[in-house]
T-cell receptor, first 111, second 114 residues
Framework: DQQVKQNSPSLSVQEGRISILNCDYT??????FLWYKKYPAEGPTFLIS?????DKNEDGRFTVFLNKSAKHLSLHIVPSQPGDSAVYFC??????????FGKGTRLHILP | DAGVIQSPRHEVTEMGQEVTLRCKPI?????LFWYRQTMMRGLELLIY????????DSGMPEDRFSAKMPNASFSTLKIQPSEPRDSAVYFC????????????FGPGTRLTVT
């Protein structure tokens, strides 16, 4: 039973365009939602977070949107750059501090 | 700071052997997490510690798995005996208690059990 779902295993986007990665969740008790980025042979790296009481958080080229009624969040990367090619994990924190990860979306930025 | 340090980076062992994975968290972090990544199950939490005390080990798959944190700067994950289905990448991560959503991951240990 997946509490955090990333339905797109992969996504290809032209360099300079917007990348949109999507994520759905089932547990309404999550208090923080997160995005982690992972390069091959490295551990995941924290990218951006959003509290459950907000609907948008922006950090440079990265913006996360939260739609609580739809139990949906998305990560926007504008403009996309070659270094953004990686696997992106959506995650959520439960009240007991556990982080539940999605299975990831592989983003390919095309030249 | 050098970040979270894990050793070994790669481990190849035969079925039935004992395997010990090691982790040194970032100094000052009071939470430590062990994760396993597989193609089928993705990234799953095995166990986590707060101030060296195990808080939740419900993700540990079987009694063959055990984890310890004897002090704030060292933790081990042991598999005894190992089986081929334990083959995966094992990550250790640490964080501050006031921001457990912002975890710092080590580079991982790729375990292959033949």
């Amino acid at each position: 039973d997946q509490q955090v779902k990333q339905n797109s295993p992969s996504l290809s986007v032209q360099e300079g365009r917007i990348s949109i990665l999507n994520c759905d969740y089932t547990n309404s008790m999550f208090d923080y939602f997160l995005w982690y980025k992972k390069y091959p042979a490295e551990g995941p790296t924290f990218l951006i977070s959003i509290s459950s009481i907000k609907d948008k958080n922006e950090d440079g080229r990265f913006t996360v949107f939260l739609n609580k009624s739809a139990k949906h969040l998305s990560l926007h990367i504008v403009p996309s750059q070659p270094g953004d090619s990686a696997v992106y994990f959506c995650a959520a924190r439960a009240r007991d501090d556990k982080i539940i990860f999605g299975k990831g979306t592989r983003l390919h930025i095309l030249p | 700071d050098a970040g979270v340090i894990q050793s070994p980076r790669h481990e190849v062992t035969e079925m039935g052997q004992e395997v010990t994975l090691r982790c040194k968290p970032i100094s000052g972090h009071d939470y430590l997490f062990w994760y396993r990544q597989t193609m089928m199950r993705g990234l799953e939490l095995l166990i986590y510690f707060n101030n060296n005390v195990p808080i939740d080990d419900s993700g540990m798959p079987e009694d063959r798995f055990s984890a310890k944190m004897p002090n704030a700067s060292f933790s081990t994950l042991k598999i005894q005996p190992s089986e081929p289905r334990d083959s995966a990448v094992y990550f250790c991560a640490s964080s501050f208690s006031w921001a457990t959503y912002e975890q710092y991951f080590g580079p991982g240990t790729r375990l292959t059990v033949t």
